[in-house]
Nanobody, 121 residues
Framework: QVQLQESGPGLTKPSQPLSLTCTVSGGSITTNLYYWSWLRQPPGKGLEWLGT???????YFSPSLKSRTSISRDTSKNQFGLQLSAVTPEDTAVYYC?????????????WGQGTQVTVSS
């Protein structure tokens, strides 16, 4: 069974970078055709997709956040990370990592529990 676990700082100061890690167990992030994504949900708002790293290592991002978002991976640790630069209080949200089981899946079959990120001075 695939499990995903987010980790990172719960509190980040404005203008600072945010780094989160998703640790995957029960499945490899390099398995053919699987996609690995970051999403977030601000308080009182809907779920927002941030970006995705494919099994090949290629990435793509939400247009609204592309300029300050990156995703990387460490295949030896079966982890992928989110880096969000120059955060503001508007970035306060619960952040999730999730898997899509193929390029045409159109859904996420496994999710992490989510990790709260608060941006405040």
């Amino acid at each position: 069974q695939v499990q995903l676990q987010e980790s990172g700082p719960g509190l980040t100061k404005p203008s600072q970078p945010l780094s989160l890690t998703c640790t995957v167990s029960g499945g490899s992030i390099t398995t053919n055709l699987y996609y690995w994504s970051w999403l977030r949900q601000p308080p009182g708002k809907g779920l927002e997709w941030l970006g995705t790293i494919r099994y090949t290592g290629s990435t793509y991002f939400s247009p609204s956040l592309k300029s300050r978002t990156s995703i990387s991976r460490d295949t030896s640790k079966n982890q992928f990370g989110l880096q969000l630069s120059a955060v503001t209080p508007e970035d306060t949200a619960v952040y999730y990592c999730a898997r899509t089981p193929g390029p045409n899946g159109g859904f996420y079959d496994y999710w992490g529990q989510g990790t709260q990120v608060t941006v405040s001075s």
